[in-house]
């Protein structure tokens, strides 16, 4: 693991898996990082401008019904699902791993995580390949989209 910004970087999706195989509680949030985001300890609802209870974040936590499938299709999914954040947020939008305690849902039923900790920067190349993973899967999966279109 190498670090940016005092924080570790989760360089393989392998890796990542591991963690959220061994560890409950664990969330990816798309932001500009955790110095810019531990002050405030809230985000912004970008519609009516509401400050939440808690930082969005996105859970990595392996549902039940999930099964015996493999871990790192779970994990991968979590991760396409809103890697358009990239484009859709501030141009220096970047995910990374955080574990946390849920303290509520945001408006588009999100969870809100409170008493942060941040675990790890997730690489462009663990994007990148979970990507490659989710588009290789037989069915139609897409990202969650915000962009108007239907």
Sequence with gaps: ?????????????????????????????????????????????????????????????????????PAHIWVARRLYDYCHLRRV?????????????EVGRGPDNEPLVADVEPLGWIAEDVIVRACRIITEQPGQWGPLARDGTT
């Design 89 to 101: 947020k501030d141009a220096r939008t970047r995910p990374w791993l955080l574990q946390g305690v």
């Design 1 to 69: 693991m190498s670090t940016t910004e005092g924080l570790s970087v989760l360089a393989s999706l392998d890796e990542l898996t591991r963690l959220v195989t061994e560890r409950h509680g664990l969330y990816v949030r798309w932001s500009c990082g955790p110095k810019r985001d531990l002050p405030l300890a809230s985000s912004k609802d970008d519609l009516t401008g509401v400050r939440l209870p808690g930082l969005s974040a996105n859970s990595l936590d392996i549902e039940e019904w999930w099964g015996e499938r």
